[in-house]
């Protein structure tokens, strides 16, 4: 392996072929930057769904409610289906063992003032559970508690960015601000980690809200997670059977999609999974493909090169060189070439994707990068390519005739 009178000679039949090799090698390279590429790419792409469902648990549903498309029970279509309080007591019921957290949501718009400062910002009226629901971090004051809801208590939490808009450098626990020239105390600040815009949300408890629009027991969407317990044909049969009990109460028709809308993460998660693992297999299919083509030039290089050099093939066997030892010769040339041009890729691809990988963060990717796996896996391709490219030359060059080999001109 590392005898030097045979890193000489394939060093020498290096310099004597430098374009050929060159060539060869570069299609090799190419093809493993291509493959590293790819597959950063993909996981890039994963990086970026799974960031867009990282603000929520990702055990969550949300129920919607819309216009059935469907006449149904004597109920023409068209009709519009309204949630309401006695739905999340319901589910409550219904599911005690399938769901954990479970709130109501109801969404309004507000004009925020205090003192000069004016805003306009989201309010999304919720029971305390959707603070688990939506991963709030509260890093000031607290969040909405039973207690708000049962008082239906005028108070706020806060994001990041309307303390700052609103407040500047104040502290803004306990003070009061007017949303739509109601007065609110503010009893906490929270911040998301997965999206800034929803810093600019406010949430406040859902029956106060109720009261402030017409004392009504209406709600806009029911959030809710299941039992964490569950894996993917569990969770998805839990929303069947949600969606199937919400139905019948509301009297929607069990084919109608439109009445009652269920959205399960476990669904959306799956069918990422689904549409990105075939993103990653079509990715080692190119990279696969390009790398043979490399192989298939390195292998011709090397029959090209065995040709050149038969008389020498032919003198070392008449001085008792063995067939392993003309075969070694071949594969270990074959293997230097590969695996110097196919590194020389792998190290170009995955230096890019760690100095540009960082730097881009969009909705939908997301650092793409490769992992340790991926790197062992391409330097063992790289390996058993340079062997296989070697292989038939080698053979070749091991079947020729001492008598033959010194009568060749």
């Not at 996981?43 to 970026?48: D, I, R, T, V």
């Not at 939506?134 to 969040?143: C, D, M, P």
């Amino acid at each position: 392996m590392f005898d030097r009178d045979i890193w000489q000679e394939i060093f020498h039949s290096i310099r004597n072929n430098k374009l050929r090799t060159f060539l060869t090698g570069f299609s090799v390279g190419w093809g493993i930057f291509i493959l590293v590429m790819l597959l950063g790419s993909v996981n890039g792409m994963q990086n970026g769904f799974t960031k867009q469902f990282n603000d929520d648990a990702t055990n969550t549903i949300f129920i919607r409610s819309g216009t059935t498309s469907k006449a149904y029970a004597g109920f023409e279509k068209d009709r519009r289906i309204q949630l309401r309080n006695d739905d999340v007591r319901y589910i409550k019921k219904s599911f005690p063992k399938d769901h954990e957290q479970i709130s109501a949501r109801m969404f309004r718009n507000t004009s925020a003032r205090y003192k000069s400062e004016t805003g306009t910002y989201n309010v999304q009226a919720v029971h305390p559970d959707f603070q688990v629901i939506e991963k709030t971090i509260v890093t000031n004051g607290r969040y909405i508690n039973a207690n708000d809801l049962a008082l239906g208590a005028k108070v706020a939490v806060i994001g990041r960015k309307v303390a700052e808009d609103l407040f500047d450098d104040e502290d803004p626990i306990g003070k009061f601000v007017e949303f739509n020239s109601l007065p609110f105390r503010v009893i906490g600040i929270f911040i998301d980690e997965g999206d800034d815009n929803a810093e600019r949300n406010i949430y406040a408890p859902l029956t106060t809200y109720q009261k402030i629009y017409g004392n009504t027991d209406e709600i806009d969407q029911i959030a809710l997670t299941y039992n964490p317990s569950y894996d993917l044909p569990k969770a998805l049969e839990f929303s069947r059977r949600l969606e199937t009990i919400l139905k019948r109460k509301h009297q929607v028709a069990p084919e109608d999609q439109s009445g009652i809308r269920i959205f399960n993460y476990a669904e959306a998660f799956s069918d990422i999974s689904t549409f990105t693992g075939g993103l990653s297999f079509m990715s080692v299919v190119v990279g696969i493909l390009i790398l043979i083509a490399g192989i298939v030039g390195i292998g011709n290089i090397m029959v090209f090169i065995i040709k050149e050099r038969t008389k020498e093939i032919g003198v070392r066997k008449a001085l008792g060189a063995k067939p392993s030892q003309i075969i070694k010769l071949v594969l270990l040339e074959s293997v230097f070439i590969t695996a110097l041009s196919g590194f020389i890729g792998l190290l170009f691809a995955t230096g890019l994707l760690a100095l540009v990988g960082p730097n881009l963060d969009f909705p939908a990717f997301s650092n793409p990068s490769v992992s340790f796996s991926t790197v062992v896996t391409a330097t063992i391709i790289l390996v058993v390519a340079g062997l296989i490219a070697g292989f038939i030359p080698a053979m070749k060059a091991a079947r020729v005739k001492p008598i033959v080999a010194l009568s060749d001109k």
